[in-house]
């Protein structure tokens, strides 16, 4: 009779997931994910052939954990897409600050290997290209796209660094950038600063 599985993929995942949050991708090695789910690390490997394969499904399952989080943005807000893109932008900017390390290994991975399956990384943007699929019209759809993530992710990573000295309320300079963007996605005219001439 063989002998039964003393761990499953979901809870190697799970583990390594917990050792991303608290270790970040250094710390996440099979001999960490091994202890953590209580068997040696050559059991590890009947159910993971090699470290970047355990990174490509921890990014996988992040991927789609994120696409359900973003996913809400178009379900759960009013129909005007243009609110569903500020929405979606500030649903990325809470979830990278409550799990940072998740959010790099999407966003800024350790190596090419280590990358969610295409089909993960497609659900965890259909979202925002529905949005602006209505926003700028199917054929800009994915420039508009690239460019809503582009400003949000370098916003982020500039934060992570702690690039922003000159004072002023960081919040509120994300709101007024995700907000500029969706008026030109959108064509609205945006309103005029304080203090400017007409």
Do not use: C
């Amino acid at each position: 009779m063989p002998t039964p599985a003393r761990t499953s993929i979901e809870e190697i995942v799970g583990a390594a997931r917990d050792i991303l949050d608290s270790d970040g991708q250094t710390g996440l090695t099979m001999q960490a994910v091994a202890a953590r789910v209580g068997v040696r690390s050559p059991s590890l490997y009947k159910h993971v052939r090699s470290r970047d394969d355990l990174v490509g499904l921890v990014a996988t399952s992040v991927a789609r954990e994120l696409a359900a989080r973003l996913d809400g943005a178009v379900a759960g807000t009013a129909a005007d897409a243009r609110e569903q893109l500020i929405e979606l932008s500030h649903r990325l900017r809470r979830y990278a600050h409550a799990q940072p390390e998740q959010y790099r290994l999407l966003f800024a991975p350790a190596s090419e290997a280590g990358r969610a399956t295409p089909e993960a990384l497609a659900a965890s943007v259909a979202p925002l290209i529905d949005i602006t699929t209505r926003l700028a019209g199917p054929e800009r759809a994915l420039e508009a796209a690239r460019t809503a993530t582009a400003w949000a992710t370098g916003f982020i990573a500039m934060e992570f660094a702690g690039a922003f000295q000159l004072g002023g309320d960081v919040d509120d300079a994300y709101d007024y950038g995700i907000t500029r963007i969706a008026d030109a996605l959108s064509g609205a005219s945006a309103p005029d600063d304080p203090g400017q001439d007409p």
